[in-house]
Nanobody, 123 residues
Framework: QVQLVESGGGLVQAGGSLRLSCAAS????????MGWFRQVPGNEREFVAA????????YYRDSVKGRFTISRDNAKNTVYLQMNSLKPEDTAVYYC????????????????WGQGTQVTVSS
């Protein structure tokens, strides 16, 4: 049974930073791509960032490029999302997910999800 547990969300002022963590258990963490998604009530869940199983490639949505960094530590079964220069439009529930494959940027490419962590950016 794969379980993903996010942490690190909270309230921050615009321009501030947060670091999200996602600890995985069950399965072989290093064999699968990992991703971060976010969702605002009433909107569809959207892709934020993804990282290849071996950490060799990363992908970002355009609006977070240069501000967010995804990374992983396969020895600790953990994926991170460093978020800098946060904007009010980054406010959402952030979800960690494990891909079915070594990498994916599509929502349908993920089959395990965490419970989500709230990120609120005040103006």
């Amino acid at each position: 049974q794969v379980q993903l547990v996010e942490s690190g969300g909270g309230l921050v002022q615009a321009g501030g930073s947060l670091r999200l963590s996602c600890a995985a258990s069950g399965g072989t963490f290093s064999s699968y791509g990992m991703g971060w998604f976010r969702q605002v009530p009433g909107n569809e869940r959207e892709f934020v960032a993804a990282i290849q199983s071996n950490g060799g490639a990363t992908y970002y949505r355009d609006s977070v490029k240069g501000r967010f960094t995804i990374s992983r530590d396969n020895a600790k079964n953990t994926v991170y999302l460093q978020m800098n220069s946060l904007k009010p439009e980054d406010t959402a529930v952030y979800y960690c997910a494990r891909s079915r494959y070594s990498q994916s940027i599509s929502l349908n490419g993920y089959n395990y999800w965490g419970q989500g962590t709230q990120v609120t950016v005040s103006s």
